[in-house]
T-cell receptor
């Protein structure tokens, strides 16, 4: 059981380039998330998805796009990379509340992708 | 506004000392969840505990214990007899049922704990 898999682990981009961070989970979780972590700032939510075909913006969505064509995959697209997007990116997933439950199940995180934009 | 405040940026202790990491949260929801995650130097995020707003019982798991007090909006984490392997960044996080964000976690800025021999 791989859990949440992120690729690549490291990447250096030049300003203006584009790339996609891949995220896949094999736990059949409905909910998926992308966070970025900057030094001393905690984790900030970029985008989230509550199921295939449904995505929505988080706290810091500018400069990013996502798609969710399958339950398993939730790629994060960076268009026109900027130095401000230098960060560590974490993908996470959780299962949706079951009938009778109220939300907030445990998020399982990937190992992270370190992106540097020069 | 910061919903989760971890006022201690860095803490340094000597092995076997007890240490408490503070977490203060802010929410208008009556139903919410609080979490602690550990991020060791290797960088992964490790789940430690989840607590819902209706359960104020303190919890102990080995050397770890958590004190949840709704009256002061705090969810503090204590490590007893700290060990070098406890050195990590610890994050407190809040999920509000009414936030309409897919139960995403709102993280504090983290507390970096260094335990020296």
């Amino acid at each position: 059981n791989a859990g949440v898999t992120q690729t690549p682990k490291f990447r250096i981009l030049k300003i203006g380039q584009s790339m996609t961070l891949q995220c896949a989970q094999d736990m059949n979780h409905n909910y998926m998330y992308w966070y970025r972590q900057d030094p001393g700032m905690g984790l900030k939510l970029i985008y989230y998805s509550v199921g295939a075909g449904i995505t929505d913006k988080g706290e810091v969505p500018n400069g990013y796009n996502v798609s969710r064509s399958t339950t398993e995959d939730f790629p994060l697209r960076l268009e026109l990379a900027a130095p401000s997007q230098t960060s560590v990116y974490f993908c996470a997933s959780s299962y949706s509340p079951r009938y009778g439950e109220t939300g907030a199940n445990v998020l399982t995180f990937g190992a992270g992708s370190r992106l540097t934009v020069l | 506004a910061q919903k989760v405040t971890q006022a201690q940026t860095e803490i340094s202790v000597v092995e076997k000392e007890d240490v408490t990491l503070d977490c203060v949260y802010e929410t208008r929801d009556t139903t919410y969840y609080l979490f602690w995650y550990k991020q060791p130097p290797s960088g992964e995020l490790v789940f430690l505990i989840r607590r819902n707003s209706f359960d104020e019982q303190n919890e102990i798991s080995g050397r770890y214990s958590w004190n949840f007090q709704k009256s002061t909006s705090s969810f503090n984490f204590t490590i007893t007899a700290s060990q070098v392997v406890d050195s990590a960044v610890y994050f407190c996080a809040l999920s509000e049922v009414g936030s309409n964000s897919g139960y995403a976690l709102n993280f504090g800025k983290g507390t970096s704990l260094l335990v020296t021999p």
